[in-house]
Nanobody, 115 residues
Framework: QVQVQESGPGLVKPSQTLSLTCTVS??????????WSWIRQPPGKGLEWMGA???????YFTPSLRSRTSISRDTSKNQFTLQLTSVTPEDTAVYYC???????WGQGTQVTVSS
């Protein structure tokens, strides 16, 4: 059974870089045709897809966040990582890692941007 778990700091200061790691167990992030996404939900708003890394390592980003977002992976640890630079309070949200097309979701982690 595939399990997905986010980890990272719950509090980030404005202008700093937010870094979150997703650990996948029970399956490989390099499995053909699997795409692993970061998705967030700000308070009182809907889900926002931020970007993804595919089974071959290609990355994809939503245009509004492209300049501030990177996603990388460590296949030896079966992990992928989100970095979001120059954060502001508007980046406060619950952050999820997921492979939504096949129904694998982490439980989400709250990140608050505040000084």
């Amino acid at each position: 059974q595939v399990q997905v778990q986010e980890s990272g700091p719950g509090l980030v200061k404005p202008s700093q870089t937010l870094s979150l790691t997703c650990t996948v167990s029970g399956g490989s992030i390099t499995t053909n045709y699997y795409y692993w996404s970061w998705i967030r939900q700000p308070p009182g708003k809907g889900l926002e897809w931020m970007g993804a890394i595919g089974y071959s390592g290609n990355t994809y980003f939503t245009p509004s966040l492209r300049s501030r977002t990177s996603i990388s992976r460590d296949t030896s640890k079966n992990q992928f990582t989100l970095q979001l630079t120059s954060v502001t309070p508007e980046d406060t949200a619950v952050y999820y890692c997921a492979s939504p097309l096949i129904g694998y979701w982490g439980q989400g982690t709250q990140v608050t941007v505040s000084s």
